[in-house]
């Protein structure tokens, strides 16, 4: 079992970063379903949204939502997921979960993913 844990949510006025980390010990890149992690996020009322994803070798793709704002990078050491948020609105206000697990089709489809996080908080003040 994969075990993801989220962490780096919080409170920002708009316009504002965070920084969003996803550690996942133990996990490691050796096949095809574990090629890939990403990063979504719901919120209420609302269908989980995929934002980012990347392979294992470096390739990223992102929603047309957060490109250029967000970024996506993780540290293979560490076995740690990141997201940089930049120039925050109040639409990004939701929680952020992360995914592992890859199991094929669309990057950023919550379906194709196996594992996921607890989430972790967002709020963005206007």
């Known amino acids: 079992q994969v075990q993801l844990v989220e962490s780096g949510g919080g409170s920002v006025q708009a316009g504002g970063s965070l920084r969003l980390s996803c550690a996942a010990p133990?996990?490691?890149?050796?096949?095809?379903?574990?090629?890939?992690m990403g990063w979504f996020r719901q919120a209420p009322g609302k269908e989980r949204e995929g934002l980012a994803a990347?392979?294992?070798?470096?390739?990223?793709r992102y929603a047309d939502s957060v490109k250029g704002r967000f970024t996506i990078s993780k540290d293979n050491a560490k076995n740690t997921l990141f997201l940089q948020m930049n120039s925050l609105k109040p639409e990004d206000t939701a929680m952020y979960y992360c995914?592992?697990?890859?199991?094929?089709?669309?990057?950023?489809?919550?379906?194709?993913?196996?594992?996921w996080g607890q989430g972790t908080q967002v709020t963005v003040s206007s």
């Open positions: 990347i392979h294992s070798a470096g390739s990223t």
């Open positions: 995914a592992a697990g890859f199991s094929g089709g669309n990057l950023l489809a919550p379906v194709g993913y196996n594992y």
């Open positions: 133990g996990y490691t890149y050796s096949s095809y379903s574990s090629s890939y």
